[in-house]
C-alpha cells in the first residue's frame, strides 16, 4: 500500500514525500511489489535518489513548497514558439505536432481545465498525414497561442501541484 502521492505519466513515476528516507523505501517497497505481483521490473539504473528538487517530466518539482516549475531555458523558448504561432498564417503537421507536446508540457504549470488550449490544434492536425502537409491556422488556433503565452508569461512557468494544504475560501470566508 503507497502512503505517498505518486506522479505517474506513460511509464515515469516519481514518488513525493516529505523525508528523504521514507520516500526512498516506499519507492524500493513499490518496486519489489510490483515485480512480485505483477511481473514489472524497474531498472535500477534509471532511479534516482529522493532530493526536495527533482527534475521530472521536464519540470522542476520541489517537495517542500509543492511547486513545479519549467526550467527558464524552456519557459523562453516555448514562449518564443508560443509568440511565432501566434502570428503564423499557416502551419505543417510536423510544426503542430511539436507545439502540442511543448504546451502539454507548458500546460502542466496551469490548472487542469487549461488542456482545453490543445483542441483547436488536434482539429487542425487532422486530416494531415505527412510532415510537410500545410493547413492555414485558424483565428481560434492563434489565440490559443497567444493565451498561453499570455499565461505562462503571468505565473513565470510556475504552479504548485498540491493545493490540499491551502485553506478553501467561499464568498470570502475561510
Excluded at 535518489?49 to 531555458?73: C, D, H, I, K, M
Excluded at 502537409?133 to 510556475?158: C, I, M, P, Q
Aim: hydrophobic share 50%; proline share 2%.
Amino acid at each position: 500500500v503507497l502512503r505517498l502521492p505518486m506522479v505517474v505519466y506513460v511509464d515515469d513515476l516519481a514518488l513525493i514525500g516529505r523525508w528523504l528516507s521514507e520516500t526512498d523505501s516506499e519507492m524500493a517497497g513499490f518496486q519489489e511489489w510490483a515485480a512480485r505481483v505483477c511481473g514489472v521490473v524497474f531498472k535500477a539504473i534509471k532511479d534516482k535518489s529522493s532530493a526536495t528538487s527533482q527534475l521530472y517530466l521536464g519540470l522542476w518539482w520541489n517537495s517542500l513548497t509543492l511547486t513545479r516549475t519549467l526550467p527558464e531555458v524552456k519557459l523562453l523558448e516555448y514562449l518564443a514558439l508560443l509568440d511565432a504561432f501566434a502570428v503564423a498564417t499557416s502551419l505543417t503537421l510536423r510544426d503542430r505536432q511539436v507545439v502540442a507536446g511543448k504546451m502539454q508540457r507548458a500546460l502542466l504549470t496551469l490548472p487542469r481545465g487549461a488542456a482545453c488550449l490543445l483542441g483547436s490544434i488536434f482539429v487542425m492536425m487532422a486530416g494531415l498525414t505527412l510532415a510537410w502537409h500545410k493547413r492555414r491556422t485558424t483565428v481560434e488556433e492563434r489565440e490559443n497561442y497567444r493565451l498561453l503565452a499570455f499565461l505562462l508569461r503571468l505565473n513565470k512557468g510556475h504552479c504548485f501541484y498540491r493545493l490540499g494544504d491551502f485553506i478553501e475560501v467561499v464568498n470570502g470566508m475561510a
